[in-house]
């Protein structure tokens, strides 16, 4: 009964929106202009809590969950925000790649339990492959 | 149905959530309050260099050039060296005991002694290698070496600006990824990258005074 109260308290308490309809100069798709088909994959498997703007599931609306998912993305987009790609210095850009593949190879990201509720979001091993490399080639291309 | 049954799962996991987001959340204000003073006492020390900058302005400005090394970076380069050994004896605990030690020190580092370009350049060469360091305190050992060649770059860069007073040896290993090097004092090669497995394999490239 307690919990219920709690929960149905907890339904007042708004969150932060990740939301903007700019996409700086600075975006990695933008700067780099990579082939279609990697393009999506990155919208759909990273970009939710890797850039500014979030596309968000209709549960959003129930909390406790728009908090864990505001938590993620606060997190997502500190470690690495593909809106800002352009603002890293070359040095950076590279050691960001190798993180980038690395994360993908050890099915560190997409995060489990975003997956768990994304099925859309899962890499299958040809998209990984496909992913993995051209961050490579990226990184190769990088003076 | 299905609906139904992925908000059953939601809810589930909604209520572990809170009370994980509850404890992390008191978690994360510690280590704020902490970030806060640590931030107000290098301000501090900030100040009291700059001031000591303008009296002493002249005279180290004529010695800045390698012969006098800022102390932070003298700390990061032992830092380095102490995660190097470790490495060398493919201590994956000690490695990642010496990434979080270096990380710290990198967190505190002062660059306010150097020009405004060479600050520029290692506040970048900073954010870096602290990235490095953090990730080799909490990785396995393959990937803390994936990580060291990485950073030995970053202090590769950062020696070139802040200059060493003791010699380092830049050394080489042909063999891991494509060639990769890594800073040492000893000239006696000892390679991080393999370890006991190849623990002579590489050679001398270079030699920093």
């Given at each position: 009964m307690v919990l219920f109260v709690a929960f149905v308290g907890i339904q007042f308490v708004s969150t932060k929106q990740n939301q903007s309809n700019v996409i700086p100069k600075t975006d990695f798709l933008l700067v780099n202009n990579p082939p279609k088909n990697i393009k999506k994959l990155l919208q759909v498997?990273?970009?939710?809590?890797?850039?500014?703007?979030t596309e968000y599931p209709?549960?959003?609306?129930i909390q406790p969950i728009a908090w864990i998912l505001e938590d993620h993305i606060k997190e997502g987009k500190a470690e690495l925000n593909f809106n800002e790609?352009?603002?890293?210095?070359s040095r950076r850009k590279k050691s960001k790649l190798k993180s980038i593949v690395n994360q993908i190879k050890d099915d560190d990201m997409p995060l489990l339990s975003y997956r768990l509720v994304h099925q859309d979001a899962i890499l299958s091993k040809s998209e990984k492959e496909l992913v993995i490399g051209y961050m490579k080639q990226l990184k190769d291309s990088l003076k | 149905m299905k609906h139904l049954r992925t908000v059953t799962i939601l809810l589930a996991v909604a209520f572990v959530g809170l009370t994980v987001i509850s404890c992390k959340d008191s978690k994360k204000e510690d280590s704020n309050d902490a970030m806060h003073s640590n931030l107000s006492t290098n301000e501090a020390e900030m100040n009291h260099d700059e001031t000591m900058d303008s009296n002493t302005m002249n005279a180290s400005n004529d010695m800045m050039d390698s012969s006098t090394q800022n102390s932070s970076a003298k700390q990061v380069v032992l830092d380095y060296m102490a995660l190097k050994d470790a490495l060398v004896e493919t201590n994956k605990d000690e490695a990642a005991q010496a990434g979080k030690k270096l990380e710290s020190t990198l967190n505190s580092?002062?660059?306010?002694?150097?020009?405004s370009e060479q600050q520029k350049e290692l506040k970048d060469i900073i954010a870096d290698a602290k990235e490095h360091a953090e990730h080799i305190g909490k990785s396995e050992m393959d990937h803390q070496r994936e990580h060291f060649k990485i950073l030995s770059k970053d202090i590769m860069d950062m020696v070139a600006i802040t200059g060493t007073e003791t010699t380092l040896y830049q050394q080489f290993c042909p063999m891991y990824d494509k060639g990769s090097a890594w800073l040492s004092m000893e000239k006696e090669v000892n390679n991080p990258y393999y370890g006991s497995k190849m623990?002579?394999?590489?050679?001398?490239q270079k030699e920093i005074n």
């Open positions: 498997s990273c970009y939710d809590c890797h850039s500014n703007n209709w549960y959003n609306k790609w352009d603002s890293f210095s | 580092f002062n660059v306010s002694s150097y020009t623990l002579h394999c590489g050679t001398v």
